[in-house]
């Protein structure tokens, strides 16, 4: 197998190859290794390899899972690999590790992954880029002047990349979904609750954040959630199992749906032309599918949830902070935290116990009033982002200028669409529908009512039928490497 071969594979495709035996695990790995190695020092999406330890999880036989044989890739933040590198973005964190797989880990493990490295993330995962000062900027690789967003974008922009055809991803804000529609991919942010987040972490960031992936396709979303979805021992919550697999729900069709869509943040954030352009095609494009389509969104107060927002993550960045600094025995300071990070650590930690649990309330009857609305509407669209992939440097989380309040302001003007159900828990899911005139991805975002992920899987199966993107490629991608080799 060339890379030109396994860079048209999503994971499901090379594990069947692998089942089949036309490839070995191995030949897999070595082809992942040989496009870090190549396209790498361009993207700077991949922290470390550890090649000699992945062998070795071949060599000792892997489980027959899903996946199995597939080259995966871990971001450095909140999920952890026994005695890897789990820098979190951070200088005060740098290299630290955990002694133990996370349950979510060990679910990557049996589904048949082969781990053998890690992606970057901006520090303590509190941007909508990537270019955290301990390993400056990730590039995309549809153009490397472009962010590939945050705060999963070594994972995005890897897939992206043809690197790996799935890499683990988190969503505390917009995580998952923000890279993905800057990346051209998959993003799935499910419910709250739906993976397990043990056994170091409860609910992190207070529930508003949950752990998966970004793929390239939406059947490698949904047997990927089938996977790795449930409680663990323990756990603090869990909505229902499925009636039916998430993988068999694909072969379902999509019954005609009600969907609500919006170009008009709950926060008054302008929108780029080129996303509302893409927006008013794709409303065009469901009711095409026989679908009902009404302009209409939730209504809820703007101020108390962007402050409950701010008090949420500040009190956990300083908390991460606090924690990190544990591991490494560093002091944290201005010399090894990002000066707007900086900003939202002493923000945190003069926070009171009594504004945390008001923010957590604000969160509570934003909720409930955004899942009155969804008793009317299966299904809600609207861009992912309010504007095109932003360009390297645009949000510096190291600006010494900015302070707690300022940064976060900046982060949902960017992505004002998003972070509403991190705070409702709702699925929400990240398509690559639609091109900018100047060849960068659109994302459009569909959010579901809660625990039904079902729904948004099936449509968005149909509308990745509709209107395909797999076969789309950036300028910087695996298949390219032996082209230019021989120029």
Known sequence: MNLGEFTNYDGLGLAELVKNKDVLPVELLELSI?????????????????????????????????????????????LHAKNVPHSMGSRVAENSVFPVDSELMKRFRQAGFVTFGTTTTPEFGYNAATEAVLYGPTRNPWDLNHSPGGSSGGSAASVAAGIVPIAHANDGGGSIRIPAACSGLVGLKPTRGRIPAGPFNSEPLNGIAIEFAVTKTVRDTAHL???????????????????????????????????????????????????????????????????VVVEASPQYEQEPFANATLNIWTANIYKMIEGAASLTGKTPSEKNIEAAIWQCYQYGKELKASELLEAINTNAMVSRQVGGFFTDYDI?????????????????????????????????????FTNLF??????????????????????????????DEATLLQLAAQLEQALPWKNRKPAVHGSNILENQLK
Request: proline share 9%; glycine share 8%; hydrophobic share 40%.
């Open 34 to 78: 040989k496009t870090v190695t190549e396209l790498n020092p361009e993207l700077n999406a991949v922290v470390k390899t550890f090649e000699e330890v992945a062998l070795e999880e071949i060599k000792q036989g892997l489980p027959s899972g899903a996946f199995e044989g597939v080259p995966f890739l871990i971001k450095e933040l909140v």
């Open 225 to 291: 959630l089938d996977a790795v979805s449930g409680p663990d021992i323990g756990c603090y919550g869990s909505p229902a199992n499925p009636e039916i697999a998430y993988k068999n729900v694909l072969d379902v069709p999509v019954r005609p749906l009600k969907i609500a869509w919006t170009a008009k943040p709950n926060s008054g954030a302008p929108v780029d032309e080129e996303c509302v352009k893409a927006l008013y095609e794709t409303v065009q494009l469901c009711r095409d599918l026989g679908h």
């Open 380 to 416: 809600l669209l609207s861009p992912t982002l309010a504007t095109l992939p932003a360009k390297i440097g645009e949000l510096n989380a190291n600006n010494s200028s900015i302070n707690a309040r300022e940064w976060t302001e900046q982060i949902f003007t960017y992505a004002p």
């Open 422 to 451: 991190n705070a409702t828990g709702q699925p929400s899911i990240s398509l690559p529908l639609k091109m900018s005139s100047a060849g960068l991805p659109i994302g459009m975002q569909f959010t579901g009512r809660f625990a």
